[in-house]
């Protein structure tokens, strides 16, 4: 609701006195000595109004004060985003409390005439949810306690995500009561029973949230379960609400002793979840694969003249199929240059068939050769490194990862736009940065997996000769931990490599 303005208010103190007075009119007080009283005795009702209103508004000029001087001490602090949570809480001030503050004095429209002047859009609730879904999907992926997350500590944990040991350490708390709900409700929204329980957890714990009275956690906790009890049978959304139905009989309306049975039971449900996809745990724990043997090699390789004098610096990861990285194969300068023509191009980036999904969480930008020095450099370097032809393939793809930016499992052989029978033989992945933690990319048959090296390149072929898909090329990439994460793609195309690829002797091959 919006606050009336200041003439408002004191419109309004002014009618109140002179109803006070009976309304009578200004010029016929000095024709009676008692309404002449009756004024006076005003005098007192109306400092008190005016003092009330001085107070009311000297703490809404102190809320605004202390807004300004937060958007001041973090003017162009960016490194601190590259942190989910620190990430999370800006967009959750700049969606939500910043937006009901600014509405307090008129400053909506000054926001943002200055948001578009940025060439920006204030963030929206969809951009609250999503922050808060990216979250939870690095808790997901790297086994992330509540308790962790909610300080900022970004563990990975390899055996459990409940809370125990190093995670819970205590510490200050980043995240608010409110955002321990809101990333419950999240949770239990998506169908991820055990972290929303882990919140919810979370939420009762003595120690966290001093602010809120054990009544009112109670409360909202209770209020959470109902909502996952919700969730189908086979999610343990039965499990949950037969627990609802008998723990009050059990606890006989005693709040301190239902907080506490009601954060054991949670960390009793909690613990009775097994995570099973592959792409997670090689995520979190790293390649375990056998074919890391005495035959996977590192060596200067000149796969053309161009590289006599600058070998190429080659490490095999995988001997069949074929996956090498390649060091080195960007300088530093066309690194940075590709993402600063890249950056104003951004846009959400899609999955086959054009459509936004959680499957990829990333923006991307297509670059042409003509469009910058950089392009055209690098695409012709992939050529002479790959002895492809890179003038059938598609324009070269940037791409930015963001709050818990991921790709889930996938082949790159099919493409959206590719003319029929075609497909992608090969694929240059480009790091053009590194990243804090997280954001590997990840073999899941292989059980491979590979840290972004600046200036570095994973490279691979996706087809056989006779044009079959290699499956075991299936590959993700990781959720971006903390810092950011930025690519170029490069895929090759089939049909345009008759000469440098051709068919083998063999329609095996």
Same mark, same amino acid.
């Given at each position: 609701m919006k606050t009336p303005n200041n003439s408002c208010l004191l419109l309004l103190i002014l009618s109140s006195a002179s109803v006070a007075l009976g309304a009578t009119r200004a010029d016929d007080y000095f024709t009676s000595i008692s309404h002449v009283a009756k004024l006076c005795s005003s005098r007192a009702r109306l400092a008190d109004a005016l003092l009330n209103y001085a107070e009311t508004e000297s703490s809404r000029l102190e809320r605004l004060r202390q807004f300004a001087d937060t958007l001041r001490s973090n003017d162009g602090n960016v490194s601190g985003i590259e942190h989910p949570v620190e990430a999370y809480v800006t967009i959750r001030q700049m969606s939500r409390e910043w937006k009901a503050l600014l509405g307090q004095c008129d400053c909506t429209e000054t926001y943002q005439l200055v948001a578009k002047s940025a060439g920006i859009r204030p963030p929206a609730e969809d951009d609250y949810d999503g922050a808060a879904d990216a979250l939870l999907r690095l808790q997901d992926v790297y086994r992330i306690s509540a308790a962790a997350m909610a300080r900022g500590r970004l563990e990975v944990n390899s055996k459990n995500r409940s809370g125990d040991g190093e995670q819970t350490d205590s510490g200050p708390l980043m995240l608010t009561a409110e955002d321990a709900i809101h990333l419950a409700t999240r949770a239990f929204n998506t169908s991820l029973l055990s972290i929303g329980m882990d919140w919810a957890r979370l939420l009762l714990m003595s120690d966290a949230f001093p602010d809120w009275s054990t009544e009112r956690k109670l409360s909202r906790a209770l209020d959470l379960l109902q909502l996952a009890a919700q969730l189908? %049978?086979?999610?343990?959304?039965?499990?949950?609400?037969?627990?609802?139905?008998?723990?009050?009989?059990?606890?006989?309306?005693?709040?301190?002793?239902?907080?506490?049975?009601?954060?054991?039971?949670?960390?009793?449900?909690?613990?009775g979840e097994k995570e099973t996809e592959n792409y997670k745990e090689i995520c979190r724990e790293g390649s375990r694969t056998n074919n890391h043997s005495s035959s996977l090699t590192c060596r200067l390789a000149v796969p053309h003249p161009f590289f006599t004098l600058a070998p190429?610096?080659?490490?095999?990861?995988? %001997?069949?199929?074929?996956?090498?990285?390649?060091?080195?194969?960007?300088?530093?300068?066309?690194?940075?240059?590709?993402?600063?023509?890249?950056?104003?191009?951004?846009?959400?980036?899609?999955?086959?068939?054009?459509?936004?999904?959680?499957?990829?969480?990333?923006?991307?930008?297509?670059?042409?050769?003509?469009?910058?020095?950089?392009?055209?450099?690098?695409?012709?370097r992939l050529g002479l490194v790959t002895?492809?032809?890179?003038?059938?393939?598609?324009?070269?793809?940037?791409?930015?990862?963001?709050?818990?930016?991921?790709?889930?499992?996938?082949?790159?052989?099919?493409?959206?736009?590719?003319?029929?029978?075609?497909?992608?033989?090969?694929?240059?992945?480009?790091?053009?940065n590194n990243v804090k933690q997280g954001g590997g990319t990840v073999f899941t048959r292989l059980g491979l997996r590979v840290q972004p090296v600046k200036n570095g390149a994973l490279y691979w072929h996706n087809l056989r000769r006779n044009s079959s898909d290699i499956f075991d090329t299936l590959h993700a990439a990781c959720p971006v931990l903390e810092g950011s994460k930025w690519v170029a793609n490069k895929w090759i195309y089939y049909m345009g490599q008759m000469a440098s690829w051709p068919c083998g002797l063999s329609q095996l091959e």
């Open positions: 189908p %049978s086979s999610q343990g959304g039965s499990q949950i609400g037969a627990f609802l139905e008998n723990m009050w009989n059990k606890t006989s309306g005693n709040l301190t002793k239902a907080a506490a049975k009601i954060s054991s039971q949670i960390k009793v449900i909690s613990d190429v610096k080659e490490e095999l990861l995988n %001997s069949d199929p074929r996956v090498t990285f390649l060091y080195d194969i960007l300088t530093d300068r066309e690194s940075d240059r590709l993402t600063e023509v890249a950056d104003p191009r951004l846009q959400r980036a899609r999955v086959g068939g054009g459509v936004f999904t959680k499957i990829r969480v990333s923006k991307s930008a297509f670059l042409r050769d003509k469009e910058d020095w950089s392009v055209e450099r690098v695409n012709r002895g492809l032809n890179v003038s059938d393939s598609d324009p070269l793809q940037l791409g930015n990862y963001g709050i818990g930016g991921q790709y889930e499992p996938h082949l790159d052989s099919k493409g959206v736009g590719l003319a029929k029978g075609n497909s992608r033989l090969a694929t240059a992945l480009l790091y053009l």
